[in-house]
């Protein structure tokens, strides 16, 4: 399982009902249904993926996050997972206040544009950033929406959404000193729990 992904088991209660958007092939959700008896669901669009979902027994759905959550009900979910797609997709924000409206708590990772590796081909090669967290290239990426860590805050401030951790790592999902003290200058992923400013921080969670 990707290294990101086990940082966020950490971040979810035994027994919580999760929805992981853009689920991939199941492993993530199955291995949460294994460990943490989580009643999960996942939402995929590859046919592939959806394949895999159903050989693991992971429940799934058949869905495009540009389509939005509508045919969930509110609070259905007590976590909803999105890991490595906010920029891909075409209206994050929006998708944003419906992931908040399923879920009590939302959990996201990201890539940080505003790394100093992509600040450094933009500023001394004049050319969108490629890198190993990075491979695309401007016309072929799936990353639609380029997002710093400040954005993303900024945009959360906005919608009155809840930032109640953070952690900003490395490629090797690493978070040391560096990232700590400076998360949009040395950070390369963002993993964010969030929820609506309503909710309650809950010490045990």
């Known amino acids: 399982m990707r290294a990101d992904l086990d940082i966020i088991q950490n971040w979810i209660a035994p027994g919580s009902r999760v929805l992981d958007l853009g689920c991939g092939n199941g492993e ?94 933009l500023s001394f090669k004049g050319r969108m950033p490629v890198s190993d967290f990075l491979p695309y290239t401007w016309y072929n990426t799936p990353n639609i929406h380029f997002c710093t860590f400040a954005d993303f805050e900024n945009l959360c401030r906005e919608l009155g959404i809840t930032v109640k951790d953070r952690l900003a790592v490395d490629r090797t999902h690493r978070h040391g000193l560096g990232s700590r003290l400076w998360p949009n200058l040395l950070g390369e992923i963002g993993i964010y729990r969030i929820a609506g400013a309503a909710t309650k921080h809950s010490p045990d969670r």
């Not at 949460?32 to 159903?54: S, T």
């Not at 609070?75 to 909803?80: E, K």
């Open 28 to 121: 993530f959700l199955a291995t949460l249904r294994d460990r943490c008896q989580v009643q999960g669901y996942g939402l995929e669009i590859d046919p592939d993926n959806i394949a895999g979902c159903l050989e693991r027994g992971v429940n799934v759905v058949e869905q495009d996050l540009d389509k939005g959550l509508g045919n969930f009900a509110s609070d259905s979910f007590d976590v909803v997972v999105m890991s490595q797609a906010l920029q891909a997709v075409q209206y994050p924000d929006l998708l944003l206040k419906e992931m908040l409206r399923v879920g009590r708590e939302c959990i996201i990772t990201f890539p940080n544009f505003g790394h100093w590796r992509c600040r450094w081909q």
